[in-house]
């Protein structure tokens, strides 16, 4: 008798929400001890050890976010990337997104915050919740690689720690920062936006239901807000401290040109 033929694999299914947010949870109280730990071993080298701890996470996020970013950037159609809902699809590496939720927590815990400091991460708090229960696609680490974490934020934050410990000037950090605000963290901020929030507007079987496709597309519109927004503050403050600069300069020149002609 000819047997029976062979079922075909079963592909495994994308988590339930409930399941992705269980295990998220626990990956980030598990992050949050992790970069607990970070901080204090960094307090005893460094004047600025925030900013040393966010530069360490931000090159820890670069390590498991680049495959995903990577992938993102040179595919054939950049919406496939947005959620993983659909069966064999792949689904991003949410250990970034676990640590910079712990990040941002451990920063609210241990450190007095300033306004601004809530205006950036009250947003980060409701987007990253969304990322902690929703099945996320490689798009989620291309933003965080290239614009919101990743490259530009541990490029700065690296440059702050060096102000702190003067090895560098202010003034080359806030050259630095406005150049990769402007030609870096604010155009990737905006592309992932465009292709987050078009996903969302055009192709509804990419989601498992009107709450996920509504919250993705908001996470669209705040990536594109915080690229553009953070990116005016920094050259704002970049400009102001130039001009601050220059003055300071000028109101010295007569007095050192009067010294010379004594």
């Not at 931000?58 to 990577?70: K, T």
């Not at 406005?178 to 936006?193: H, K, M, Y």
Request: glycine share 4%; net charge positive; hydrophobic share 50%.
């Amino acid at each position: 008798a000819r047997a029976p033929p062979a079922r075909p694999a079963e592909r495994p299914r994308p988590p339930t929400v409930w399941q992705t947010l269980l295990l998220n949870l626990v990956c980030t109280a598990a992050c949050i001890i992790f970069v607990a730990i970070i901080d204090f071993v960094l307090s005893r080298f460094f004047v600025g050890r925030y900013f040393a701890l966010h530069s360490v996470v931000n090159l820890i996020i670069c390590v498991f976010a680049a495959p995903d970013a990577l992938r993102t950037l040179f595919a054939e159609n950049p919406y496939d990337s947005n959620t993983c809902v659909a069966v064999g699809s792949t689904c991003a590496a949410l250990v970034t997104i676990d640590l910079t939720i712990a990040l941002h927590v451990w920063h609210a815990l241990a450190y007095a915050l300033k306004p601004i400091d809530w205006v950036h991460h009250l947003p980060t708090y409701l987007v990253c919740l969304v990322a902690l229960a929703f099945p996320w696609g490689p798009v989620l680490n291309f933003v965080l690689f290239f614009a919101l974490m990743g490259i530009p934020g541990g490029i700065d934050y690296a440059l702050l720690t060096a102000v702190k410990q003067r090895w560098t000037t202010p003034r080359v950090e806030k050259d630095w920062n406005q150049t990769l605000n402007v030609w870096l963290r604010c155009p990737f901020a905006v592309i992932s936006g465009y292709i987050i929030l078009m996903e969302a507007v055009t192709t509804p079987t990419a989601f498992l239901g009107p709450a996920h496709r509504t919250l993705h597309a908001l996470t669209g519109v705040h990536n594109a807000w915080n690229g553009c927004f953070f990116m005016y503050r920094t050259v704002e403050s970049r400009t102001r401290y130039a001009d601050a600069m220059d003055k300071k300069g000028a109101e010295k020149a007569p007095a050192a040109a009067a010294r010379r002609l004594v």
